[in-house]
């Protein structure tokens, strides 16, 4: 199936801890975003990769990391940094008609 | 002059009626203006789109109204259903390139049978 794939579905950290999730695209597209939303929130963009190694940070870096050495993947590190990383986040990917975004199912990621 | 500001939060319509979601922008280079709709713990997914070029799209039962003038845009879903209850996104962004997406704050929709 095409699509984009998100992993894992539900991931807990401890404090202090980093950790890396992952997004794999199989739509051939060149662009591909990292999102972040908070409960009964828009949607705010966290990196951006418009071509393998290449990225930008988009509205809300500050803590986030990225790599994009592969077209198909842009896997997103949590950092310690981030002084508050409960949130779902989404991977995106974009082209063909209109450049349109499409969406991966998300990632929970809770602090404990 | 990145914000996209989007009304109401939340919205209730009975079944059958219209459901309507307002949307309103400030970055006049701006040139792609979708709706997503998103199910709890989902994904959101492309709904509808436009372009400035055009006042109006429809698809369906989802339309799509454009005032480029008043830098506004609508959707509107007619003869609404159970089925339509999610929560709606108005999004903007320039189409070309990295498509850097600026959100509205999303309007939860129930439609009750």
């Known amino acids: 199936d095409g699509g984009i794939t998100q992993s894992p579905k539900y991931l807990f950290r401890k404090e202090g801890q980093n950790v890396t999730l992952s997004c794999e695209q199989n739509?051939?597209?060149?662009?591909m975003y990292w999102y972040r939303q908070d409960p009964g929130q828009g949607l705010r963009l966290i990196y951006y990769?418009?071509?393998?190694?290449?990225?930008q940070k988009g509205d809300i870096a500050e803590g986030y990391s990225v790599s994009r050495e592969k077209k198909e993947s842009f896997p997103l590190t949590v950092t310690s940094a981030q002084k508050n990383p409960t949130a779902f986040y989404l991977c995106?990917?974009?082209?063909?008609?209109?450049?349109?975004?499409?969406f991966g199912e998300g990632s929970w990621l809770t602090v404990v | 002059q990145q914000q996209v500001k989007q009304s109401p939060q939340s919205l209730i319509v009975q079944k059958g009626g219209i459901s309507i979601i307002n949307c309103a922008y400030e970055n006049t280079a701006f040139d792609y203006f979708p709706w997503y709709q998103q199910f709890p713990g989902k994904g959101p997914a492309l709904l509808i789109a436009i372009r400035p070029d055009v006042s109006e799209k429809k698809e369906g039962r989802f339309t799509i109204s454009f005032n480029k003038s008043a830098k506004q845009f609508s959707l509107h879903i007619m003869d609404s259903q159970p089925g339509d209850s999610a929560t709606y996104f108005c999004?903007?962004?320039?189409?070309?390139?990295?498509?850097?997406?600026?959100f509205g704050q999303g309007t939860r929709l129930t439609i009750n049978p």
């Open positions: 990769s418009q071509i393998v190694n290449d990225f």
């Open positions: 739509l051939n597209h060149d662009a």
């Open positions: 999004a903007a962004s320039i189409i070309q390139g990295a498509q850097k997406l600026v």
């Open positions: 995106a990917s974009s082209g063909g008609y209109q450049n349109t975004i499409y």
